[in-house]
């Protein structure tokens, strides 16, 4: 999927990806500096990497500083979906160790089969994510915006199914109080209120 990003965007990504991989223990990371040239592609790498390590975090550091005005929709949909191929893969990560406790890759069993399914589903789901994140960056970086608005349009409608199979697999293999405690409501909107923004 890096190969999609330009080289800027794609070393942006490792170094949030190390930044938010630290843990000092002393609570959240603050979001890395996101380079001016890099624009939405950086935030995009600041919301997903936010997310991987901690689901809470993808929203509250994943944007432009409030002062730079509201985002339209198609850079509304990039923050959006890349938050969520960032919570699916953190999810994914600790539902593998969960799964794999309950002894479900040691089996091909009905049961083991659907809970690898559903495991797998979120590493493709996630990747659709990036890809599509990264296709509005290239639209956007073009002044494509109406096409971009179109394909953010129908990008969302897929990123709303992924965010009810992500809150559904860690339902299943986590429990209801993880995801309580560690995986915030989605509140990708419904398409028709994204074009009212």
């Known amino acids: 999927m890096d190969a999609f990003w330009t080289a800027g965007e794609a070393a942006f990504r490792r170094a949030a990806r190390e930044h938010f991989g630290r843990k000092d223990g002393l609570g959240p990371p603050s979001a890395p500096e996101v380079p001016p040239e890099l624009g939405l592609g950086g935030w995009a790498a600041v919301a997903e990497e936010a997310s991987l390590r901690d689901p809470k975090f993808g929203r509250a550091m994943g944007r432009p500083p409030g002062g730079t005005g509201p985002l339209g929709p ?9 938050r969520l191929a960032g919570t699916a893969a953190h999810v994914l ?3 593998i160790r969960a799964a794999r406790d309950r002894g479900a890759f040691s089996s091909s069993l009905m049961g083991c089969r659907e809970v690898q399914e559903s ?6 789901g996630a990747e659709l994510m990036r890809l599509g994140a990264c296709r509005l960056c290239r639209l956007l970086d073009r002044s494509e915006g109406e096409r971009a ?8 409608a897929v990123a709303r199914a992924l965010a009810g199979e992500v809150r559904a697999v860690a339902l299943s293999l986590l ?6 405690e560690n995986l915030p ?4 909107p419904p398409s028709d209120e994204r074009t009212t923004r």
């Open 93 to 95: 990560a600790v539902g």
């Open 175 to 180: 429990g209801t109080a993880w995801v309580a």
């Open 119 to 124: 495991l797998a589903a979120l590493v493709s």
């Open 149 to 156: 608005d179109a394909e953010a349009f129908r990008l969302l």
């Open 185 to 188: 409501e989605d509140d990708i």
């Open 74 to 82: 198609a850079a509304e949909a990039v923050l959006d979906c890349s």
